[in-house]
């Protein structure tokens, strides 16, 4: 996914670099100064530098998509109105790599602790697994809430789990 969203993101830039070169080329208006040849280089050197360096800061993996080889699965279901944890209990301090899917329509899966502060949150869609990655630093009970309007029971969407210190 993040390989296919990288060269999605490659071939934009291009054709935006081509956009920019073809204005900067453009032989109508007034002419142009001496310097302007130096100018324009400069400007579209500063352009595929810049480019660059915006891809590498915000396409390199990503902390909550990419999980370690001694990540714990917790598979969640969701459905009009109900969620489904195949674990209600999660060992504080391991990396969790929740799969995340919907039987029917589109869900919100929020994960908010007992300050009811949202700590993770992806989409549950349906016929696709989405996965997030989450350690959790602080043991307790959080719940689970639907984040997407999902028709009259929506608000019925919760669950709960316990963060607890020492079990695995
Ligand atoms: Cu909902």
Not at 127 to 133: A, E, G, I, M, P
Request: with cysteine.
């Amino acid at each position: 996914m993040q390989t296919t969203i990288l060269l999605i993101t490659l071939v934009l830039m291009a054709a935006t670099l081509a956009v920019i070169l073809r204005a900067l080329w453009a032989t109508d208006g007034p002419p142009p100064s001496e310097d302007a040849p130096k100018t324009r280089t400069r400007m579209i050197w500063g352009l595929v530098v810049f480019g660059v360096i915006v891809s590498v800061a915000s396409l390199r993996e990503w902390p909550h998509t990419s999980a370690g080889s001694d990540a714990m699965v917790v598979k969640i279901s969701s459905g009009q109105w109900w969620w489904d944890t195949d674990t209600t209990e999660i060992p504080l301090g391991q990396q969790i790599e929740f799969h995340v899917t919907s039987e029917d329509v589109n869900h919100g899966l929020g994960i908010y602790d007992s300050n009811m502060r949202l700590v993770v949150q992806v989409q549950a869609m349906p016929t696709y697994t989405n996965k997030v990655v989450h350690t959790f630093d602080t043991p307790g009970s959080y719940r689970i809430l639907c984040m997407e309007f999902c028709g009259i029971a929506h608000h019925d969407m919760v669950s709960e789990f316990e963060v607890l210190e020492g079990s695995s």
